[in-house]
């Protein structure tokens, strides 16, 4: 079964997307797998599959980590492809919805993407996480890190800050926290360095792939956890590997994400080629 598929990316967080509108596909999450492998595949953060709409979306965007578990949120996939469907349909608004629900994007003046991410969702149960706490306290640390804050923003997040980015082993301590069992669905790591009260500094050890050059989800919780530690502005430049976004956690709740996405290139993939 051989079919297009287009290499996106926001930041360097890249994606493989495919299109299953018009007719479904047969992936299933080893063959997700297989195919974001980068050695013996195409080579990706995330698997994307592009669904028909549901309800007032224009499109559905299935997500799948590398390892093939599935994720209900992705910032940087839903800038890539809000500007994939809305360069095609020619409009320069939309909606896309994921698991955890529907994001209305829209094209600005200087062509960077902007997402609704929806509310910050701050309670323990919403995160989840394994017991009753307070989520803006995690009794949770590694080495050089502790006292997180946690989140969700559609998947689960704990951010650290920290006085210097530059002195943590991240690919050390990431994986534990990652698996940690406060997190019954695992979770994004973030740790930031406030650069300013209008300037974050992050890196994201995100739940199945590990370090990526941005996370679109992890940057709109930096914001949101900073700002609620009394850390930052509600509105901030993030500063990630692969450069910045734009994030605004308005009074109503709901996270607003600014952003590039572009597409690397594109060819053709033999479906058949991969497991089942």
């Given at each position: 079964m051989i079919i297009p598929f287009r290499k996106m990316h926001g930041l360097g967080n890249d994606f493989?997307?495919?299109?299953?509108?018009?007719?479904?596909?047969?992936?299933?999450?080893?063959?997700?797998?297989?195919?974001?492998?980068?050695?013996?595949?195409?080579?990706?953060?995330?698997?994307?599959?592009?669904?028909p709409g549901e309800g007032g979306a224009e499109v559905f965007m299935r997500i799948r980590n590398p390892d093939?578990?599935?994720?209900?949120?992705?910032?940087?996939?839903?800038?890539?492809?809000?500007?994939?469907?809305?360069?095609?349909?020619?409009?320069?608004?939309?909606?896309?919805?994921?698991?955890?629900?529907?994001?209305?994007?829209?094209?600005?003046?200087?062509?960077?993407?902007?997402?609704?991410?929806?509310?910050?969702?701050?309670?323990?149960?919403?995160?989840?996480l394994a017991r009753a706490m307070d989520t803006l306290h995690l009794p949770l640390s590694a080495e050089g890190v502790?006292?997180?804050?946690?989140?969700?923003?559609?998947?689960?997040?704990?951010?650290?800050?920290v006085p210097d980015l530059a002195a943590l082993d991240i690919p050390r301590i990431g994986p534990a926290l990652e698996h940690d069992p406060f997190f019954p669905e695992r979770a994004n790591i973030g740790f930031v360095q406030v650069l300013a009260p209008d300037h974050l500094k992050l890196v994201v050890w995100e739940r199945g792939a590990g370090l990526t050059l941005a996370c679109g989800t992890g940057a709109c919780a930096?914001?949101?956890?900073?700002?609620?530690?009394?850390?930052?502005?509600?509105?901030a430049t993030v500063s990630l590997p692969g450069g910045d976004l734009r994030i605004e956690w308005r009074e109503?709740?709901?996270?607003?994400?600014s952003g590039p996405a572009a597409t690397a290139f594109t060819g053709m993939i033999d479906l058949d080629a991969y497991p089942a």
């Amino acid at each position: 079964m051989i079919i297009p598929f287009r290499k996106m990316h926001g930041l360097g967080n890249d994606f493989v997307v495919l299109d299953a509108r018009a007719t479904p596909l047969p992936v299933s999450p080893d063959r997700a797998a297989a195919i974001a492998d980068r050695r013996t595949g195409i080579g990706c953060d995330q698997f994307i599959v592009m669904e028909p709409g549901e309800g007032g979306a224009e499109v559905f965007m299935r997500i799948r980590n590398p390892d093939g578990s599935e994720a209900g949120a992705c910032g940087n996939a839903t800038r890539c492809v809000a500007e994939l469907v809305m360069t095609e349909s020619g409009r320069d608004a939309l909606s896309v919805r994921t698991i955890s629900g529907e994001l209305p994007s829209e094209r600005l003046p200087d062509g960077t993407i902007r997402v609704d991410m929806g509310p910050a969702r701050l309670g323990w149960d919403e995160v989840p996480l394994a017991r009753a706490m307070d989520t803006l306290h995690l009794p949770l640390s590694a080495e050089g890190v502790s006292d997180p804050a946690g989140l969700s923003m559609g998947n689960p997040h704990a951010t650290f800050f920290v006085p210097d980015l530059a002195a943590l082993d991240i690919p050390r301590i990431g994986p534990a926290l990652e698996h940690d069992p406060f997190f019954p669905e695992r979770a994004n790591i973030g740790f930031v360095q406030v650069l300013a009260p209008d300037h974050l500094k992050l890196v994201v050890w995100e739940r199945g792939a590990g370090l990526t050059l941005a996370c679109g989800t992890g940057a709109c919780a930096a914001l949101v956890n900073a700002a609620r530690r009394g850390l930052s502005a509600r509105a901030a430049t993030v500063s990630l590997p692969g450069g910045d976004l734009r994030i605004e956690w308005r009074e109503d709740g709901h996270v607003l994400m600014s952003g590039p996405a572009a597409t690397a290139f594109t060819g053709m993939i033999d479906l058949d080629a991969y497991p089942a």
